[in-house]
Structures are given as structure tokens and as C-alpha cells.
């Protein structure tokens, strides 16, 4: 049964329309931050009407120390997505593979945590850190990025183990490996494309987190970039050229990770090439 000629349209017209909306905005800003002495957003029909040039991004870099808490968002965001996939694939691999007394009602008490807002734990979160003397610290601010988002990576990943063959392991078991070299040499690459999928979506929300980084982080050397970015803002008035360009900064790094990641991105069969019958 062929679709009708109007239904295509309508999908296309509906598709074109969700891409501009999205698109557009994105555009906007980018072009906006080749102005200078942009205090009041321009109209679309003045955004070409100026000759663009890279003064903002200039200003932008040397600012505000703006390029050292670039370099401490990348530090902290490459430690915590590293610790977060290792350990959400830890407990993946436990809940997935060895039984235990209460392992299904404790699953669903992680998972019973994840309606709680991330905003409310900020309080409880610094508190915590303060009795263990890390606030102020990379390694308090990371050890609750590495934990706030264990659980909901856990469920993710828990799936795509069920999905691997017992027969992998068994192979492993008669080699004399154990525990270990199972997780190691069969679980973690047969579930690199959900690794990758993870690694996009922890990289991105780490980059861009912002409160829990302004209430753990004191130290001005120890900012992080969304910090920067709002200290664009002033008290009277606000360059949005400079703003854009901070912003288009920041989003480099996510694009190159998720162009690094595409491949590995979640895809039918990802488990090919282990046992095929």
C-alpha cells in the first residue's frame, strides 16, 4: 500500500519546519557573535547587514580568565565521563549477570531515586562534601557527577547486557578467566555502541552543568566554563555579541564529541560478531 501524496508533504513540511526551528536559533547566535558592540539582540533582517569579524571571540578568550575554566570544564568533564562509564558498566555488569538477595527490589530503589529532582540534592550534595573536606575541590565536584548519574547510566546499559550471550562468558570460563576478564574482554566491547551513546550524552550534560559547579567551586581558578559564560553578563547592560561567542566556544567541544561518538551511537545489532547461530 503506497503512502498518499499529501501525507509525504505533510511529514516533509513537518520535518523542515521542526529543522528551522531548531537550526535557526543556532544560526542566529553564531552570526550574532561576529558583531561588536551587540547590547540589544539584532532583527534577523539587520543580521547580515554588518561586516562580521572575530574581535568578540578575541575578547572572549582573554576575559574573565575564560580560557583556563575552559581547560578546568574539560578536565572535569573527561574525568567524570570516564568515571561514570566505568563505574555505570560495573554496576550494570553486577545487576545484569550475578544473582543476589533483593537485587530486583534494589533496582527499583535506584531507579525510584531518579525522580527526584537533580536541583533539590544540590544542598544535601555540598553538605556531604563539606563533612569529607572536599568542597572547593575537583575531586568532590566530580565524585557527585560521577554518582548522580550512575543509576539512570546503570538502566541504560543493564539492557544491552542481558542481551549478551551466556555462551561468551563460558568460552571465557573454560580459558580459566573469571569475573573480571569477562566484563573486561566480553561485556565492555560488545556494548561499546551504548558506551558511545553514554559517553555523548554524560559529556554534554557535565559541560553545561552549572549550579552544583557555582555551589561546590569557590576558588576563581577553579571555575568552571558556564561560570565564565554568565559573568558575560553585566550588571547594566549586556553584550550578546560576546555572549554568543562564549557560547559558540563552548558548543565546539560537544560537536567533536559527538562527531567522535556517532559511530558507536546505538544501533541495531550491536552485538554482531559475537555469536551468530
Known amino acids: 500500500m503506497h503512502t498518499p501524496i499529501y501525507v509525504k508533504a505533510l511529514v516533509y513540511v513537518l520535518l523542515v519546519a521542526g529543522a528551522a526551528a531548531f537550526v535557526f536559533p543556532l544560526i542566529y547566535m553564531v552570526w550574532t557573535s561576529f558583531f561588536t558592540a551587540t547590547f540589544s539582540l539584532p532583527r534577523p533582517d539587520e543580521v547580515f547587514a554588518v561586516t562580521p ?11 574573565n580568565n575564560f580560557s583556563r575554566y575552559f581547560l578546568n570544564s574539560a578536565f572535569v568533564t573527561a574525568v567524570s565521563m570516564a568515571g561514570a562509564l566505568f563505574v555505570s558498566s560495573l554496576c550494570a555488569y553486577a545487576f545484569a549477570r550475578f544473582p543476589f538477595p533483593g537485587k530486583e527490589a534494589l533496582f527499583r530503589l535506584f531507579l525510584l531515586s531518579m525522580m ?20 572547593n575541590t575537583y575531586a568532590g565536584l566530580t565524585m557527585v557527577y560521577i554518582a548522580t548519574g550512575v543509576v ?7 539492557g544491552f547486557f542481558e542481551n549478551i550471550p551466556k555462551e561468551l562468558e563460558e568460552s571465557v570460563l573454560i580459558d580459566g578467566g573469571g569475573s573480571w576478564r569477562i566484563y573486561w574482554n566480553i561485556y565492555l566491547p560488545q556494548s561499546l555502541p551504548a558506551m558511545g551513546t553514554l559517553a555523548i550524552f554524560i559529556f554534554q550534560g557535565t559541560w553545561e552543568e552549572y549550579f552544583l559547579a557555582l555551589t561546590v ?18 550588571k547594566y547592560a549586556t553584550n550578546y555579541g560576546q555572549i554568543f561567542a562564549a557560547s559558540t566556544i563552548a558548543l ?26
Open 53 to 63: 569579524n572575530l574581535k568578540n571571540y578575541a575578547i572572549v578568550w582573554s576575559k
Open 152 to 158: 539512570g547510566n546503570m538502566f541504560f546499559l543493564r
Open 217 to 234: 567551586i569557590k576558588s576563581e581558578s577553579l571555575r568552571t566554563l558556564p561560570i565564565a559564560i554568565m559573568m558575560f553578563n553585566d
Open 116 to 135: 527526584i529532582p537533580a536541583v533539590i540534592n544540590i544542598i544535601p550534595q555540598f553538605i556531604t562534601l563539606q563533612g569529607l573536606g572536599l568542597v
Open 252 to 277: 565546539l567541544p560537544v560537536i567533536a564529541i559527538y562527531m567522535a561518538f556517532q559511530k558507536r551511537f546505538v544501533q541495531s545489532g550491536f552485538n554482531e560478531g559475537g555469536i551468530k547461530g
